[in-house]
């Protein structure tokens, strides 16, 4: 927990709100290692259904603090090693926390949602692009690299819009990036919590257990032969099946009643 980061727990839904709006939810190095101490200690908590990334006034996230890039340049370490490589790789630890997490991830992106905030947008599971919003890759117009985001933002986008974007620094309005498919819908500023509620109904629908677990199949595409994942699945899958808690849900389904988890 940090001064820049507020954490909310209502009931299965634990909301991250980005707190500095005065620097439009730019990154400090705190809040970096806040949200990835947040993010270890829900991973394996199957009770978190969601967690719903927001940023305070107005903006997501503007990226990561010039500032702390700069401090870390003139940095020393104790062990000898680059302090700017240091601060760059554990922005990349908080993604892989991220997107390592079994529960749902919601994105509710206004404003600035640049850098490393184009990052997390891309991490999510579900992104919502308020109308407004503009997404926008600026490290290479800086002199430098998107070095952590990049891999996220091929998977997300495929490599020729990830290109395009590297290239250019362009940037894309909610509706472009719903178009390309970085965000997954386009919202109207006065819909925002309408259109959460919507998506958090369609998670509470679904068992937790199994969306984690469908979560880390997806995961390993690309990483392991198929056959391997395809092996592992189908292990997995037999085991889920006979379990309790699969067999109450294929039950309430043949009895049109509502599965255990959805009331939750």
């Given at each position: 927990m940090s001064d820049s980061l507020e954490l909310r727990r209502d009931g299965g839904w634990l909301h991250v709100t980005f707190q500095r709006p005065e620097k439009r939810n730019a990154m400090s190095l705190a809040m970096v290692d806040a949200m990835t101490s947040t993010?270890?200690?829900?991973?394996?908590?199957?009770?978190?259904?969601?967690?719903i990334l927001r940023g305070a006034g107005g903006h997501f996230c503007s990226g990561g603090d010039i500032a702390d890039m700069q401090q870390?340049?003139?940095?020393s370490t104790d062990d000898g090693s680059d302090a700017i490589a240091a601060l760059n790789r554990r922005f990349g630890a908080m993604l892989q926390a991220?997107?390592?997490?079994?529960?749902?991830?919601?994105?509710?992106?206004?404003?600035?949602?640049?850098?490393?905030?184009?990052?997390?947008?891309?991490?999510?599971?579900?992104?919502?692009?308020?109308?407004?919003?503009?997404?926008?890759?600026?490290?290479t117009s800086l002199g430098i690299t998107p070095a952590?985001?990049?891999?996220?933002?091929?998977?997300?986008?495929?490599?020729?819009?990830?290109r395009r974007l590297a290239v250019t620094g362009a940037t894309l309005g909610a509706a472009e990036a719903v178009r390309v498919g970085l965000a997954h819908e386009l919202v109207d500023p006065?819909?925002?919590?309408?259109?959460?509620?919507?998506?958090?109904?369609?998670?509470?629908?679904?068992?937790?257990g199994a969306v984690a677990e469908t979560k880390a199949i997806m995961r390993r595409v690309g990483t392991a032969p198929l056959d391997d994942i395809l092996d592992a699945a189908?292990?997995?899958?037999?085991?889920?099946?006979?379990?309790?808690?699969?067999?109450?849900?294929?039950?309430?389904?043949?009895t049109r009643q509502p599965a255990p988890w959805a009331a939750e």
């Open positions: 993010f270890a200690d829900v991973k394996d908590d199957r009770s978190v259904r969601a967690v870390a340049a003139s940095a991220l997107d390592g997490l079994g529960a749902a991830v919601v994105a509710v992106c206004e404003g600035a949602v640049m850098g490393g905030g184009f990052g997390i947008a891309c991490v999510a599971d579900i992104t919502l692009a308020v109308d407004g919003s503009r997404f926008r890759l600026p490290e952590q985001i990049a891999p996220f933002i091929v998977q997300r986008l495929g490599l020729s819009q990830a006065s819909g925002i919590d309408a259109a959460l509620e919507t998506v958090l109904g369609q998670i509470r629908r679904c068992e937790p189908a292990t997995d899958f037999a085991a889920r099946a006979r379990s309790e808690t699969a067999q109450a849900g294929m039950m309430a389904r043949l």
